[in-house]
């Protein structure tokens, strides 16, 4: 009698980006499923978790970390990314000073977390509130996939967690880079 081993794994990530441009509300859509649109502002740090099966020899645990409260100061404590694996920038569409403010959270990153072999942790840039209608002269595609490149990003996705869109895409995106390098 043969009994099917399962790895379990568990990876932190951090989601960062400034005040107000939806990192509760994406994590919320990504781990619970819901969308709220009443505005709350949590102090602390927090995490959510998302428990995937991944395949039949693995599942996945998803610690999602939001900063919350603490993006007025536009970086965070070596605390709190310490044992990362990854980080999400979120952004909003609709503010461009949110987008100005991606380069500050990607060089605190940087600068504070490492994997375990000294290469940078995989990081993702969501453009949320695509729902929006005053998004789209925002949206400039080449700009962005310029950027990411420039910046050794893994990539970005425009993301609603109020319509639910790519919310899922993008996470399973960068769980693949994720298993890659872990
Ligand atoms: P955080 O400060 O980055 O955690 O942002 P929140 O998740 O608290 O969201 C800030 C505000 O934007 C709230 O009023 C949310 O309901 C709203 N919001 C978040 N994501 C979206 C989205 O994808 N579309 C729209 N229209 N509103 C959103
Ligand atoms: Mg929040």
């Excluded at 502002?41 to 395949?55: C, M, P, S, Y």
């Excluded at 600068?111 to 729902?131: F, G, M, S």
Aim: glycine share 4%; proline share 3%.
């Amino acid at each position: 009698c043969k009994t099917s081993e399962i790895k379990e794994i568990l990876y932190k990530v951090l989601v960062v980006g400034n005040f107000g441009v939806g990192k509760t509300s994406v994590i919320r859509r990504y781990t619970s499923g819901i969308f709220s649109p009443h505005y709350k502002l949590t102090i602390g740090v927090d995490f959510a978790l998302k428990t995937l099966i991944w395949d039949e020899h693995t599942k996945i645990n998803m610690q999602l970390w939001d900063i919350a409260g603490h993006e007025r100061f536009g970086h965070m404590t070596r605390v709190y990314y310490k044992y990362a694996i990854a980080a999400i920038i979120v952004f909003d569409l609709t503010r461009q000073p949110t987008f100005d403010a991606v380069q500050k959270w990607l060089d605190d990153v940087r600068q504070k977390v490492v994997l375990e072999n000294d290469e940078p942790v995989p990081v993702l840039l969501l453009a949320n509130k695509c729902d929006l209608d005053n998004t789209t002269a925002q949206v400039d595609q080449s700009k962005l996939d310029q950027y990411c490149e420039d910046h050794n990003l893994i990539g970005w996705f425009p993301t609603s967690a109020k319509d639910n869109t790519n919310i899922e895409e993008a996470m399973s995106f960068l769980i693949e880079k994720i298993m890659q390098i872990s």
